[in-house]
């Protein structure tokens, strides 16, 4: 988690929202990203999307079930969505997202009886430092 906060970081010092995430098999990263959506002018750039994408590549699949994603925000719909294609092992994230995730807030997708994957969901990890990142941008917004 500490290299998905130091990549949400960097991310706020571009102007992004800070996100980080990093994928791991077998105790080594294997893709790491962070958002990337003003940089890329893509809505769809959240860190978690881009760090699945750079796995399934560096893997040569679709399918990353031995893998296990750490994000430093509670996905969003969509986030959670490309989770469960990608059938992640464990998702290990740091501060909740009341307002737009999508795991233990909102549409609570692997909780639906409909969710054709669950992976291990493991929240609050490093949750302070997080939440501080996300703090410290948005009330930089609005100064």
């Not at 996100?19 to 791991?24: D, K, Q, R, S, T």
Request: charged letters at 20%; hydrophobic letters at 50%; proline letters at 5%.
């Amino acid at each position: 988690m500490q290299q998905a906060i130091a990549l949400a970081s960097e991310a706020a010092s571009r102007g992004e929202v800070p996100v980080g995430a990093v994928i791991v098999q077998g105790g080594v990263v294997i893709a790491r990203s962070a958002n990337k959506m003003r940089a890329l002018n893509d809505p769809t750039a959240h860190a978690e999307l881009l760090a699945i994408r750079a796995a399934c590549q560096a893997l040569g699949s679709s399918v990353l079930a031995d893998c296990d994603l750490y994000v430093t925000l509670e996905p969003c719909p969509m986030c959670a969505g490309a989770i469960a294609w990608a059938q992640l092992r464990r998702l290990y994230y740091a501060a909740p997202d009341p307002r737009r995730g999508a795991i233990d807030h909102g549409c609570r997708l692997f909780a639906s009886t409909d969710a054709f994957h669950r992976p291990e969901v493991i929240a609050g990890l490093e949750e302070a430092a997080a939440r501080q990142l996300l703090q410290q941008f948005f009330q930089g917004l609005r100064d």
